[in-house]
């Protein structure tokens, strides 16, 4: 059982990247996929979650607008859209999964004992 984010790079403000995020050895049915990232000297926070139960997603304020949480009809790759980069967004980003409750956005405040936890990829936004 593992999870795996990957897609992460160098890109300049205002710029894109896709991140992928692949369960091995199971699939995401059932479980809230949450994109969370730590910033170097920062606390860990949730940016985006996505519940397979109901669909909902939510977003943190600072990339609502900006950042697309999505699942493939597998459930076994979720992906984290990222548009208009901005320096801010610079951090590792891991994805995870959770059977707490998402409904309300509640997924945003969860920053650890995740039921699934992955390595992370750097995402570094600069000129």
């Known amino acids: 059982v593992q999870l795996q984010a990957s897609g992460g790079g160098l890109v300049q403000p205002g710029g894109s990247l896709r991140l992928s995020c692949t369960a091995s050895?199971?699939?995401?049915?059932?479980?809230?996929i949450i994109w969370v990232r730590q910033a170097p000297g920062k606390e860990r926070e949730a940016v985006s979650c996505?519940?397979?139960?109901?669909?909902?997603?939510f977003y943190r304020d600072s990339v609502k607008g900006r950042f697309t949480i999505s699942i493939d009809n597998h459930l076994s790759t979720a992906y984290l859209q990222m548009d208009n980069l901005k320096p801010e967004d610079t951090a590792v980003y891991y994805c995870?999964?959770?059977?707490?409750?998402?409904?309300?956005?509640?997924?945003?405040?969860?920053?650890?004992?995740?039921?699934?936890w992955g390595q992370g990829t750097l995402v570094t936004v600069s000129s």
């Open positions: 996505l519940s397979t139960i109901d669909s909902g997603t």
């Open positions: 995870a999964t959770d059977t707490r409750p998402s409904w309300g956005g509640l997924c945003l405040t969860y920053r650890s004992d995740f039921d699934h």
């Open positions: 050895g199971f699939t995401f049915n059932y479980y809230t």
